[in-house]
């Protein structure tokens, strides 16, 4: 059984095709996972387990920065299974 690593919701953005993209940060902004998923699927969780391959590195550090302020306050203010 392989490690995963928790991921907080830091953007979403609703595409024109009837999606919601949804970018997940880790508590330090270093590392993001992207998700896409339909506007009918319900409301995204606070936060969500990936495999570490699917993380791909943050490389402007005022991405960094904000992602990991927000991945932070979210994990204040949420159970990583709410609803947001």
Not at 28 to 47: C, F, I, M, W, Y
Request: hydrophobic share 25%; glycine share 4%; charged share 35%.
């Amino acid at each position: 059984m392989s490690d995963t690593e928790r991921v907080w919701l830091v953007f979403r953005e609703y595409t024109d095709k009837g999606l919601l993209s949804l970018t997940y940060a880790t508590p330090d902004g270093e590392h993001v996972h992207h998700k896409q998923r339909s506007l009918n699927a319900g409301d995204p969780t606070a936060a969500v387990n990936v495999e570490p391959d699917d993380l791909d590195p943050v490389d402007d550090p005022e991405d960094v920065e904000r992602y990991g302020d927000e991945a932070s306050r979210m994990r204040e203010e949420h159970d990583p299974d709410d609803t947001v």
